[in-house]
C-alpha cells in the first residue's frame, strides 16, 4: 500500500541553525501539508501546497518557515534560523485531491529537537 | 470558527468491552469529519470520515461513528475491543469554503487492558 514517507525519524539541532525536514508523498498525490504538534498539545496545521505554491498557511508559518517540492518525488520544510519552540513532531501529508472532502494521508513524523 | 473537542483525553477499556470515544464540533457550515488513529511510531491513519452521504459511518477494524447534527456530536464507537486498538485516536474537522487545512481535536489516548 502507498505511503507517505519521512525522514529523519528524529533531527537534534541547535538553536540558530536551519533544519530542512523531508517527506516524500503518495506518487500519484498533488496537494502536500505539513501539521506539527508540540508535546502534550493539539496537531496544528502549517501549510498547503498545491500546483508548486501554497495554498493556504497558518499564522504559525512565518518568514523563518519555507516549503519546496525539489523535484518530482520530495517535499522540504525549511526552518530558517530554529527557536527552543519549534521543537515538535512534524508531520507531513498527501492528498490525491483539495477540498472539504479530500482524503489526507500522513506520514510517522518528524521529531524536531531544538537545544 | 471551526472547532473539535474530544471529550476524554484518556479511555480505559478491558478487551472484549465496547470502545466509546467521544468528540462534538463547532461549524457553521456543513462538516466534513474524519477519526484519525496513530499507533507508537507509526502515521496518522484514516479509520473513517463523514462527508453528509449517511450519518453512520462505517470504518475499518470494527469502528465505526454516528453524526449526529441535533448534538454537533460525531462519537467514535466498536463493539468489541482488541488489545491492538490501544493507540492515540483523533477526531478532525475539515472546513468548509474550499480549504485544505484539518483542525484536530487533542486526540484520545485508549488503554486495552486483557
Known amino acids: 500500500e502507498p505511503e507517505v514517507t519521512q525522514t529523519p525519524s528524529h533531527q537534534v539541532t541547535q538553536m540558530g541553525q536551519e533544519v530542512i525536514l523531508r517527506c516524500v508523498p503518495i506518487s500519484n498525490h498533488l496537494y502536500f501539508y505539513w501539521y506539527r504538534q508540540i508535546l502534550g498539545q493539539k496537531v496544528e496545521f502549517l501549510v498547503s501546497?498545491?500546483?508548486?505554491?501554497?495554498?493556504?498557511k497558518s499564522e504559525i508559518f512565518d518568514d523563518q518557515f519555507s516549503v519546496e517540492r525539489p523535484d518530482g518525488s520530495n517535499f522540504t520544510l525549511k526552518i530558517r534560523s530554529t527557536k527552543l519552540e519549534d521543537s515538535a513532531m512534524y508531520f507531513c501529508a498527501s492528498s490525491e485531491a483539495g477540498g472539504q472532502l479530500a482524503i489526507q494521508y500522513f506520514g510517522a513524523g518528524t521529531r524536531l529537537s531544538v537545544l | 470558527a471551526q472547532s473539535v473537542t474530544q471529550l476524554d483525553s484518556h479511555v480505559s477499556v478491558s478487551e472484549g468491552t465496547p470502545v466509546l470515544l467521544r468528540c462534538n464540533y463547532s461549524?457553521?457550515?456543513?462538516?466534513?469529519l474524519f477519526w484519525y488513529v496513530q499507533h507508537p511510531n507509526k502515521g496518522l491513519q484514516l479509520l473513517l470520515k463523514y462527508t453528509s452521504a449517511a450519518t453512520l459511518v462505517k470504518g475499518i477494524n470494527g469502528f465505526e461513528a454516528e453524526f449526529k447534527k441535533s448534538e454537533t456530536s460525531f462519537h467514535l464507537t466498536k463493539p468489541s475491543a482488541h488489545m491492538s486498538d490501544a493507540a492515540e485516536y483523533f477526531c478532525v474537522v475539515s472546513p468548509s469554503g474550499g480549504y485544505n487545512k484539518l483542525i484536530f481535536g487533542a486526540g484520545t489516548r485508549l488503554a486495552v487492558h486483557p
Open positions: 461549524s457553521s457550515y456543513s462538516p466534513s
Open positions: 501546497f498545491y500546483n508548486n505554491e501554497i495554498s493556504e
